[in-house]
């Protein structure tokens, strides 16, 4: 099974609202990511979690807040959007060995818009 | 920081064609992937090149990891409609956990 499951697929919000992604994976990874791609555009990191513990935030807009409640899941808490967030986020997992490269895996993401 | 070149930007070919694309780093990667996107899907993995020199095929797919470790190339042969996407290359290192990615190539075929 290299599958990761993103929930919704599809999510409408105003400026004002509050809203979260989900992730989870079953593949035993200990890394987690989340990517927003713009259309035509190659994924950008966001933030990755290592083992729970967030390693990396690329600098991310405080309206966006990451949450890692265990191994398997993985949540993007959503605040007070811009309309230019609008955007595919995507969420990767990977193992995490020392001395290994590991293969990234993708969801298949959830298309936000803010209107 | 880290870019790769990717190339070509995008591709218009008949069925049946092959098709070759390349990404070029200005400093070497441990690793190359390989990815597909659908519109409004996730990158989907196609291979995964760990060594300088590896060449993996998976189906109508081959890609290579170049000698010099910065860079690797794609081909598809005998294309199909369902071919079309963007493919992406991408560089790991090892113990990193960025991924850098190329600008894609968006394909197109025609039937």
């Known amino acids: 099974d290299t599958e990761v499951t993103q929930t919704p697929k599809h999510l409408v919000m105003g400026m004002t609202n509050k809203k979260s992604l989900k992730c989870e994976q079953h593949?035993?990874?200990?890394?987690m990511y989340w990517y927003k791609q713009k259309a035509k555009k190659p994924p950008e990191l966001m933030f990755v979690y290592s083992y729970e513990k967030l390693s990396i935030n690329e600098s991310v807009p405080s309206r966006f807040s990451p949450e890692c409640p265990n191994s398997s899941l993985l949540n993007l808490h959503l605040h007070a959007l811009q309309p230019e967030d609008s955007a595919l986020y995507l969420c990767?997992?990977?193992?995490?060995?020392?001395?290994?490269?590991?293969?990234?895996?993708f969801g298949s993401g959830t298309q936000l818009s803010v209107l | 920081g880290q870019q790769l070149n990717q190339s070509p930007q995008s591709m218009f070919i008949q069925e049946g064609e092959d098709v070759s694309m390349n990404c070029t780093s200005s400093?070497?990667?441990?690793?190359w992937l390989w990815y597909k996107q659908d519109p409004g899907e996730g990158p989907v993995l196609l291979i995964a090149l760990y060594k300088a020199g590896e060449l993996t095929s998976n189906g109508r797919l081959t890609a290579q990891f170049g000698i010099t470790r910065k860079d690797s190339f794609l081909n598809i042969s005998a294309s199909i409609p369902s071919d079309v996407g963007i493919y992406f290359c991408?560089?790991?290192?090892?113990?990193?956990?960025?991924?850098?990615f190329g600008a894609g190539t968006r394909l197109f075929v025609k039937a």
């Open positions: 991408a560089g790991r290192n090892t113990g990193g956990f960025k991924t850098i």
């Open positions: 990767a997992s990977s193992q995490v060995r020392q001395g290994l490269n590991e293969k990234l895996f």
């Open positions: 593949m035993g990874h200990r890394a």
């Open positions: 400093s070497i990667f441990n690793t």
